[in-house]
């Protein structure tokens, strides 16, 4: 019984490594030729986060039975939309002033051809520039160089194109509530044209992050596995007193963990858990891996805050 606790605990702690983009720290050459094992272990492991999922469906459904429950998973914050975007403004123009300064184009591990360095920096101004007098050309121009960035780095693009459209997006539909120049884009603040912004965000993330766990874990698990070896402090199992999971296991654990949050995300399967869970693991990774962790993940640390105050299911009441 307390190994099976202790997996449901991890369960909510594993998505710490999940959300450092490995390939930030791992260089290609670095990653070992690895396979993740399928044992009895790998079993286990599985079935814990069936059940963690199973559990969160669970409270999510019928937390009205219980009041903090349903004011912690379905309460509505019933804060200013304005307030909302910005916020999220600062901390993207925050983000791409830090790129600019460092040099950087969208990642840390994206680095453009010299003849389209310059490209690269005056997109990457422009999105701040514009976004001073119209959120939504910053939007248009931030689409512009999502497009840019996919085109020249092909597949290796899947590990954050997907964040970035969707927080274009975002900025589009509602640029209007910061910028009253947005009014050219014909958008107002009726509330059907906000649930779809913050539906098209919330599948953006959950599709980014099961990208993420397909290419840096579970069809890659050699770079995960050189990950875990450099900075062994995340996996806990060993803390744990389960020394029978190998660094192996524990990629399979992070890579399925975070498939599964990032499907539920994406699919609107209890939102505020998921999102409960993602912002303790963005908050334990900014910990153990320092300001550039934060630095580079300030466009999810914008849209997460959001997602968890705005993504609420409703729960059911059931007649006894």
Known sequence: MKKVLCLLAAFILSPSIAQAHVQWFVAPEEMKNAALPFDSISILLTVAVFVCVVIAIALTRYSRFFWLTDKLICGAPGISRKIYMSYFMIMINVFFITLLLQGGFLAPNLILPENL??????????????????????????????????????????????????????????????NVADRWTGFNSDGWLWRLSITILRVGIGLQLVALALTEKLINPGMGLVFVETYPVFNFFSILGMDRISDLHFVYFIGISELTLGAMLALGVANRIVMLALAASFTTTAVILGLDEVLGHLPIFAAAVILLLECVNKSRRQNP
Do not use: K, R
């Open 117 to 178: 360095l310059m490209l690269g920096v005056v997109l990457q101004v422009a999105v701040v520039v514009c976004s001073s007098f119209s959120v939504a050309l910053s939007g248009f121009v931030l689409l512009l160089t999502a497009a840019f960035m996919a085109y020249i780095f092909a597949s290796l693009s899947l590990n954050y194109v997907f964040e970035f459209i969707s927080i274009a997006i975002f900025m589009i539909l509602n640029g209007h509530i910061l």
